[in-house]
């Protein structure tokens, strides 16, 4: 746990409850873990009420919706697809990269549904991903001491000290960052960038290294025979095809940022977090006593869980019972992360305690978090193969115990960056410094992902035809 700043958390106190109800700011009475050392308190207590002031990002009936298609999710009728940025930077709010991400998340989702015959549900990494855990709140950049970057919301990359120092400001700027990326991709989601008989839209050379490139390219040509025709017999064209759902997450770290956007909503019942849709609780912030959890039990998102050791099956579900003690479906998503070498020894017993325990909750695989390794040029990257054999391995898991496996997690982007190394086109070590980009950890990039999820699918009917 990160050293605790009880007079940092308590800045906004006076309305937080004492009698041990949940509020918004009730977290303020528990240990923090991650909480960036603001030197300035009074700044940071005028930027939360800022934040708190201004319109929220999303509605409450869209988070209704995706719990719905969630708990469909959890009952092996719909497949969850998140993705995007391992920590966006405010950079990244621009055209090209948002219309670059939107893309491929389309795409991916699109060969996901062809492929399977059911409902995906897209949540991008998106619009909120803008603070990063970290294990040490100081580290060594040039061979000067400073405080660690924690992402676009607490401190700047650049590698100085005056700009290491964390920043209230950077609240609001977050929040302003995400209304335009958010705006932006729900601009193109209603306006027809989801048309996929645009040639541009399919990009598919980098496959021809591939066993199945003739029946990806084949699956494709379907895809865009079929809009086609139903574009033929029906003159307005389905808004269905033009028009897609497109959620947006993020992790829930700075509680400062969440609690200021946790509202309650006319003739609903309950606090809505209205900056995302999902978000999810990390590795770094699960104590069970903790101010993450005490904030999380409040609101009627649906929540993420990173699931693995070291914490164990029974500590999970102690977390479950917490958050979620009405069984509601369609509330948590447990984010498997093992690394590839651990899923056939470990994954099982969660899936039994979970079983036990009666939760339903919709159960992914992040198969990047446990396959990082640094090369001997200093870069952090991931394997392509590795990274499918944790989807393999878990799918396998799942179809022994009779369990199913609702969705994947995973780190990309649609840039043509170089950072995984393997897939179609046999990136190596050698070849990460070309397009390095990433401030925090390694991205699958446009080709590797589409590959992924061509895969993805073929171990989804794989497992599909053997339970």
């Given at each position: 746990?990160?050293?605790?700043l009880k007079?940092?958390n308590?800045?906004?106190?006076?309305e937080?409850?004492?009698?041990?109800?949940?509020?918004?700011l009730s977290?303020?009475q528990?240990?923090?873990?991650?909480?960036?050392?603001?030197?300035d308190t009074e700044?940071?207590?005028?930027a939360?009420y800022?934040?708190?002031s201004?319109p929220p990002?999303i509605t409450s009936?869209?988070?209704?919706a995706?719990?719905?298609?969630l708990?469909?999710a959890?009952m092996?009728?719909?497949?969850?697809i998140?993705g995007?940025d391992c920590a966006?930077?405010f950079?990244?709010?621009?055209s090209?990269?948002?219309?670059n991400?939107l893309?491929v998340?389309?795409?991916?989702?699109?060969?996901l549904?062809?492929e399977?015959?059911?409902p995906?549900?897209?949540?991008?990494?998106v619009a909120?991903?803008?603070?990063?855990?970290?294990?040490?709140?100081?580290?060594?950049?040039?061979?000067?001491q400073?405080m660690?970057y924690r992402?676009?919301?607490i401190?700047?990359?650049l590698?100085?000290?005056?700009a290491?120092?964390?920043?209230?400001?950077?609240?609001?700027t977050?929040?302003?960052?995400?209304a335009?990326?958010?705006?932006?991709?729900?601009?193109?989601s209603d306006?027809?960038?989801a048309?996929l008989?645009?040639p541009?839209?399919?990009?598919l050379?980098?496959?021809?290294?591939n066993?199945?490139?003739?029946?990806y390219e084949?699956?494709?040509?379907?895809?865009k025979?079929?809009?086609?025709?139903m574009?033929?017999?029906?003159p307005?064209?389905l808004?269905t095809?033009h028009k897609v759902?497109?959620?947006t997450s993020h992790e829930?770290?700075?509680l400062?940022?969440?609690?200021?956007q946790?509202?309650?909503?006319?003739?609903?019942?309950?606090w809505f977090?209205?900056?995302g849709?999902m978000v999810?609780?990390g590795n770094?912030?699960?104590?069970?006593?903790?101010a993450?959890?005490e904030?999380l039990?409040g609101?009627?998102?649906p929540?993420g869980?990173?699931?693995?050791p070291?914490?164990?099956?029974?500590?999970l579900i102690d977390?479950?019972?917490r958050?979620n003690p009405s069984?509601?479906?369609?509330?948590?998503?447990?984010i498997?992360r093992?690394?590839h070498?651990n899923?056939?020894t470990e994954?099982s017993?969660y899936?039994n305690r979970?079983r036990?325990s009666?939760?339903?909750?919709?159960w992914s695989?992040?198969?990047m978090?446990g396959n990082?390794?640094a090369?001997g040029?200093?870069?952090?990257?991931r394997?392509?193969?590795d990274?499918l054999?944790?989807?393999r391995?878990?799918?396998?898991?799942?179809?022994?115990?009779?369990?199913?496996?609702?969705g994947v997690?995973?780190?990309?982007t649609g840039d043509?960056?170089?950072e995984c190394?393997?897939?179609?086109?046999g990136l190596?070590e050698?070849?990460?410094?070309?397009?390095?980009?990433?401030?925090?950890?390694?991205?699958?990039?446009y080709e590797q992902s589409l590959?992924?999820?061509f895969?993805?699918a073929?171990?989804?009917n794989?497992?599909k035809?053997q339970?």
């Amino acid at each position: 746990m990160s050293s605790i700043l009880k007079p940092t958390n308590q800045i906004v106190q006076p309305e937080a409850k004492s009698d041990g109800r949940w509020h918004p700011l009730s977290w303020n009475q528990f240990d923090i873990a991650q909480l960036p050392e603001y030197p300035d308190t009074e700044e940071l207590r005028r930027a939360y009420y800022e934040l708190k002031s201004l319109p929220p990002l999303i509605t409450s009936w869209e988070i209704e919706a995706l719990k719905e298609k969630l708990a469909q999710a959890s009952m092996g009728k719909a497949f969850l697809i998140q993705g995007g940025d391992c920590a966006e930077t405010f950079d990244s709010c621009n055209s090209v990269k948002l219309v670059n991400m939107l893309k491929v998340m389309l795409q991916m989702s699109f060969i996901l549904i062809h492929e399977m015959g059911i409902p995906i549900i897209r949540v991008g990494r998106v619009a909120g991903q803008y603070a990063k855990p970290r294990s040490q709140n100081y580290e060594e950049v040039n061979g000067e001491q400073m405080m660690s970057y924690r992402g676009d919301l607490i401190n700047s990359y650049l590698p100085n000290r005056d700009a290491r120092v964390p920043d209230p400001q950077r609240l609001v700027t977050a929040y302003q960052k995400a209304a335009l990326s958010l705006n932006f991709l729900r601009a193109l989601s209603d306006e027809g960038f989801a048309d996929l008989q645009h040639p541009g839209q399919w990009e598919l050379d980098f496959m021809q290294n591939n066993e199945f490139y003739e029946e990806y390219e084949q699956m494709v040509n379907t895809i865009k025979k079929a809009i086609k025709f139903m574009d033929a017999i029906i003159p307005n064209k389905l808004n269905t095809t033009h028009k897609v759902d497109f959620y947006t997450s993020h992790e829930a770290l700075n509680l400062f940022y969440e609690s200021a956007q946790t509202r309650t909503v006319p003739r609903k019942e309950g606090w809505f977090n209205l900056s995302g849709h999902m978000v999810w609780l990390g590795n770094r912030t699960q104590q069970l006593d903790g101010a993450h959890i005490e904030y999380l039990r409040g609101i009627e998102n649906p929540i993420g869980i990173k699931v693995g050791p070291p914490f164990s099956p029974d500590a999970l579900i102690d977390i479950l019972d917490r958050i979620n003690p009405s069984h509601e479906a369609g509330k948590i998503v447990l984010i498997t992360r093992m690394g590839h070498a651990n899923v056939a020894t470990e994954l099982s017993k969660y899936i039994n305690r979970v079983r036990r325990s009666g939760h339903p909750v919709v159960w992914s695989c992040d198969p990047m978090h446990g396959n990082t390794y640094a090369t001997g040029n200093n870069f952090k990257t991931r394997r392509f193969d590795d990274i499918l054999q944790e989807i393999r391995e878990t799918f396998a898991v799942h179809r022994s115990e009779g369990s199913y496996l609702g969705g994947v997690h995973l780190e990309l982007t649609g840039d043509n960056v170089t950072e995984c190394v393997g897939g179609a086109n046999g990136l190596n070590e050698e070849g990460l410094g070309i397009n390095y980009e990433t401030y925090c950890d390694p991205r699958l990039n446009y080709e590797q992902s589409l590959e992924m999820s061509f895969l993805v699918a073929k171990e989804w009917n794989r497992a599909k035809n053997q339970i």
